[in-house]
């Protein structure tokens, strides 16, 4: 298993996921290095095998400040590696239109389009509900909250969130 080889990261071994915004220090601890990369490789070799125009990804703005694998430059960087590794083969274009936008932005177009946001996971903890706590399951409870939208997540502790927020401010 690939997992077993990527080591060091609360989301590759047995390491706590911290709790809190990911604007803290602590979240670096989170970080997968070249974890994009390696999972788009991946989906464009299988776009190019089954003749597909894109590969979507969901990068956003708001994790710039701690993957730097989801920044505009790793975009920029990645779509030209894949011209040139897939010349004269296919042509596929990286599809990552949150790459400059936020969380909340990601809700409302979900909300326009009825995404049964109940149905979707985002928390780095896993288990069996959302935890409330790490920085995914913060950031999404903000992201509602700053689009205007009821978050119909549930959620091991739903107020968190505001504490996190509050100690980022200060």
Known sequence: EIGRGLSGSALTDSVDVPDGHYAE???KITVVPNRNAIM?????G????HKAEAVAAAM????????????????EAFQTMQDRALDGYAQIRLY????NLGKADIVADGARYGTPFAETW??????VRHCGRCGTCVERREA????????PTDYEDADFWLEALRRRRA
Not at 40 to 44: N, T, V
Not at 122 to 127: H, N
């Open 46 to 49: 299988l776009a190019a095998t």
């Open 40 to 44: 788009l490789a991946i989906a464009f």
């Open 60 to 75: 956003h703005g708001g994790d710039h400040f701690i993957y730097p694998d989801c920044r505009p430059a790793f975009i």
């Open 122 to 127: 985002s928390c780095y903890k896993g288990g």
């Open 144 to 151: 509602f909250h700053l689009a205007g939208h009821a978050d």
């Open 96 to 99: 990552a239109p949150y790459v």
């Open 25 to 27: 220090d602590t979240m």
